[in-house]
């Protein structure tokens, strides 16, 4: 019997901006305890009298270390990695009743190479199902190369059914009765944090059921990276920024608009005085009304552009749990209001509200929706529309639900809506 207790790190290394394609690094350390009870085997042969094996109870704690690297592009994953790096020397200690016996093994370096595709359709995001074929080669030194075949079914990242079958350590081993067998799986998650496996195999040949049948558990916690806080700053930052420069603006024209009511305020009182000097100053008097009429025209005018100030909402895109790429969908609706927007006329600007859905810390989620808001700039920004951008993020404080107690209303929160501002 094995266990393991592993802590897992893996680096990631993008190529493009929404993450679908690059390079993954990951290094896996920890201990591995073995239990081998070598008088309860079932043998071909008399192995009672063999000076080498121990008895019951052999144990062995050792130190594992595990290296990979792989390769993706959407879906597909190409990945190389080699077991126990570290730790390959395993040394069992037999507790007897008068002395200590002990034995070294030495394990074959291995080798494994694995190349799966995972395909989602169904649901309103074409996510709900997922299906991952996957083909696994293991090579021991001196060994003939090992086979896994497996095909795994999983539904919202919350259960899991698989199987695959398993070679018997040689290419003609695909279809001679030396194959090891075949191995189902099954699975389940908790919140995308804790995910929880069973694997049995099924061997074919009497030697290898010398040891019966292999059970497998495994339990997987996930920890998130923490939020980074410069971003969330820096974006805060030029959000305030630019909100104090659309009030900077407003302010002047205010301050237009009341110069121009000083001015015909002024130009009235003079009228109302030259007026009693009407026969005397007649040509000074219809200039002073002109000058009136003009600021009073000025002032009809502001108040024309007040009047058509707008603010509307124009759309919203949706992105995926705990994303900030923009899905094709979100692309499409950026592309066609751009056309809207290259047909209006006049001043305007655009408001992007970030939200996001109420999984998580609220910290993390006002930072998410910053970070939505950012998506959603770059990708206009390359349809020269950036000088004209406010950013908006407000978290998961602007919900268009009533509650987020099903994953469609959350879907509903995951959104960046657009807003329109000007004349």
Known sequence: MNTFANVAYAYRIPFNKDKTHGLSIGVQAGIIANK?????????????????????????????????????????????????????????????????????????????????????????????????????????????????????LGYKKLIWLGGGYRTGGSINGIISPNAAGFHATAGAGIKERVNLFYTMELPFKNVRNNFGYTHEVTIQCNLTRKVDKKDYEKDKKKMEDDIANVDKKADSVASVANDALDKSNTAMDKTQQNAEKLDKVEQKANEAFDKASTATNTVDKLEQRVDNIMFKKLTSVYFDHDQNALTHEAKDILDALKVKLSEMQGNYFIYLAGNASQEGDINYNQALSAKRCDAVKQYLEGITLSERILLLPYGENSTVTNSQSTEAERAKNRRVDIFISGQ
């Open 36 to 152: 081998l009870n070598i008088s309860e085997a079932i043998a071909t042969h008399d192995i009672s009298m063999d000076p080498a094996l121990l008895g019951n109870n052999a144990k062995s704690v050792g130190f594992d270390l595990n290296v990979g690297i792989n390769y993706f592009f959407k879906g597909l994953n190409v990945g190389f990695s080699v077991p126990q790096v570290i730790g390959g020397k395993l040394k069992f200690r037999e507790n007897g009743d008068q002395t200590d016996k002990n034995s070294i093994f030495q394990t074959r370096r291995e080798y494994i190479v694995l190349v799966s595709y995972e395909a989602r359709f169904g649901g309103k995001d074409k996510k709900t199902w997922m299906i991952t074929p996957s083909v696994m080669m293991r090579k021991y030194e001196a060994i003939d190369p090992q086979l896994d075949f497996n095909l795994m």
